[in-house]
C-alpha cells in the first residue's frame, strides 16, 4: 500500500451538480497531482498542486479546480458537472524538490458517475 | 503526436514464462522519466519501475526489468516468471523534466496493455 487515500470511494451525481473529491497524500509528500481516467483509456493530467499552489495544469476547463492544504492534503472541485465527467478519479503524492519531482504514488480512485 | 504509444492492446503469457510489454515514446526534452504502472481491476495504479533518461544501465526491480533503448525512443518492460496475479492492465508514462522553465511533475501515459497469464 502506498499510504495515499482517497475518499469517497464511489459517488453518484446528476447533470449540474458540483462534487468535490478529497486526497490524502504520503506521509513526507508535499506534492499532489490529480488525473481523469475515462474507461478504457490512460489517465489524463488535471493539475499538480506543489506546496499549496497549483504548479501545472492539463487541457481541462475552469470548472476543475483544486486546493492543497498545510498537511499537503487536497481536494479536487469539479462544478456543473457533465456526462462526459463521468471516470476514475486518481490523486496521486510524490516529494517535490528544487530540482525536480519525485515518483508519484497513487491512490485507490475515486468511481464518479454522472447521471 | 502520441507523446507515449502502447502499441499491444492485449497480451497473454503462459505462467512462469517471461513477456515483453512494448512502450516507445516522443520527446525534445534531453532530461526525462519513463514509468510503468500496473493497474488491477479494482483500479489502483501501483508503481513498478523507473528509468532516468541519463542512467546509463537498464533498471530492474524484482521481476521487473525495463529495456531502454535511448536512441530507438523505446522503454519495454520485461516481466520475468509470470504469475496470476500479474493479470491487469500495464501503463507506460513519461515525465518530461522541463515545461516553459518550470519544472513540474505531470506523467504522460499510454493507452495501457492488457496482460492476462495463463495457468
Known amino acids: 500500500e502506498t499510504g495515499v487515500t482517497q475518499s469517497p470511494t464511489h459517488l453518484i451525481k446528476t447533470r449540474g451538480q458540483q462534487v468535490t473529491l478529497r486526497c490524502s497524500s504520503q506521509?513526507?509528500?508535499?506534492?499532489v497531482s490529480w488525473y481523469q481516467q475515462a474507461l478504457g483509456q490512460g489517465p489524463q493530467f488535471i493539475f499538480q498542486?506543489?506546496?499549496?499552489?497549483?504548479?501545472g495544469r492539463g487541457n481541462f476547463p475552469p470548472r476543475f479546480s483544486g486546493l492543497q492544504f498545510p498537511n499537503y492534503s487536497s481536494e479536487l472541485n469539479v462544478n456543473a458537472l457533465e456526462l462526459d465527467d463521468s471516470a476514475l478519479y486518481l490523486c496521486?503524492?510524490?516529494?517535490?524538490?528544487?530540482?525536480?519531482?519525485?515518483?508519484?504514488?497513487f491512490g485507490p480512485g475515486t468511481r464518479l458517475l454522472v447521471l | 503526436a502520441q507523446k507515449i504509444t502502447q502499441t499491444q492492446p492485449g497480451m497473454f503469457v503462459q505462467e512462469k514464462e517471461a513477456v515483453t510489454l512494448d512502450c516507445t515514446y516522443d520527446?525534445?526534452?534531453?532530461?526525462?522519466?519513463l514509468f510503468w504502472y500496473k493497474q488491477p481491476s479494482s483500479g489502483e495504479m501501483i508503481f513498478l519501475i523507473y528509468?532516468?533518461?541519463?542512467?546509463?544501465q537498464n533498471a530492474t526491480e524484482g521481476r521487473y526489468s525495463l529495456n531502454f533503448q535511448k536512441a530507438r525512443k523505446s522503454a519495454n518492460l520485461v516481466i520475468s516468471a509470470s504469475q496470476l496475479g500479474d493479470s491487469a492492465m500495464y501503463f507506460c508514462?513519461?515525465?518530461?523534466?522541463?515545461?516553459?522553465?518550470?519544472?513540474?511533475?505531470?506523467?504522460?501515459f499510454g493507452q495501457g496493455t492488457i496482460l492476462t497469464v495463463h495457468p
Open positions: 496521486a503524492s510524490s516529494l517535490g524538490l528544487a530540482g525536480g519531482f519525485g515518483t508519484q504514488y
Open positions: 506521509s513526507g509528500h508535499n506534492t
Open positions: 498542486y506543489y506546496r499549496e499552489e497549483e504548479n
Open positions: 520527446t525534445s526534452d534531453p532530461s526525462y522519466g
Open positions: 528509468q532516468g533518461s541519463y542512467d546509463q
Open positions: 508514462a513519461m515525465r518530461e523534466g522541463h515545461k516553459g522553465g518550470t519544472s513540474y511533475g505531470k506523467l504522460t
